[in-house]
T-cell receptor, first 113, second 113 residues
Framework: AQSVTQLGSHVSVSEGALVLLRCNYSSSVPPYLFWYVQYPNQGLQLLLKYTSAATLVKGINGFEAEFKKSETSFHLTKPSAHMSDAAEYFCAVSEGSASKIIFGSGTRLSIRP | DADVTQTPRNRITKTGKRIMLECSQTKGHDRMYWYRQDPGLGLRLIYYSFDVKDINKGEISDGYSVSRQAQAKFSLSLESAIPNQTALYFC????????????FGPGTRLTVT
């Protein structure tokens, strides 16, 4: 069965600094991988997804993630943090259409002025 | 208009009361889900339905029941609410063609006193 681990429940960076949110997964088959963002008092929305095409995936709002099979990782990055990036971020994994999607426990990103 | 809607958005109820949370979607997806979100625990799956005649328990189904009235409607019931069911509840639909990418509603904040 698939699983996902997000390292760090809270990450704080300065405005303009690099954002790095870590996600490691476990899957018995080539996985589908997702990052979702949840702004305060809102539902979750898709940031980006990996579906076995390019290993470097670009998403909305300048975020990207790289699929590294050897490291079983799918870390989320953004070169320069903006105050509006403050939110909770969830990594998720699925083993395909017959499978449920499993979410990590989330990482809260804070941005310091 | 939103693709996935949830009613009510906020609800305060007393211990022992029966409560129903409703979800409707206009995405035309067969698959629908109910999740519960608690701080630090991420999203946990309560029930899911892959089509109108299919209902499956998730990891935390005890104390909950569901009804899939139509392709577009999936309701979650708490037969006798208890305080530890205080949480944020999300409905979602998914597209099996992209590894079950989830589309979320705005959430229902439920407080049981």
């Amino acid at each position: 069965a698939q699983s996902v681990t997000q390292l760090g429940s809270h990450v704080s960076v300065s405005e303009g600094a690099l954002v790095l949110l870590r996600c490691n997964y476990s899957s018995s088959v080539p996985p589908y991988l997702f990052w979702y963002v949840q702004y305060p008092n809102q539902g979750l929305q898709l940031l980006l997804k990996y579906t076995s095409a390019a290993t470097l995936v670009k998403g909305i709002n300048g975020f990207e993630a790289e699929f590294k099979k050897s490291e079983t990782s799918f870390h989320l990055t953004k070169p320069s943090a903006h105050m509006s990036d403050a939110a909770e971020y969830f990594c998720a994994v699925s083993e395909g259409s017959a499978s449920k999607i499993i979410f990590g426990s989330g990482t809260r990103l804070s941005i310091r002025p | 208009d939103a693709d996935v809607t949830q009613t009510p958005r906020n609800r305060i109820t007393k211990t022992g009361k029966r409560i129903m949370l409703e979800c409707s979607q206009t995405k035309g997806h067969d698959r629908m889900y109910w999740y519960r979100q608690d701080p630090g625990l991420g999203l946990r799956l309560i029930y899911y339905s892959f089509d109108v005649k299919d209902i499956n328990k998730g990891e935390i189904s005890d104390g909950y029941s569901v009804s899939r009235q139509a392709q577009a409607k999936f309701s979650l019931s708490l037969e006798s609410a208890i305080p530890n069911q205080t949480a944020l509840y999300f409905c979602a639909t998914s597209d099996p063609g992209t590894g079950n990418e989830q589309y979320f509603g705005p959430g229902t904040r439920l407080t049981v006193t």
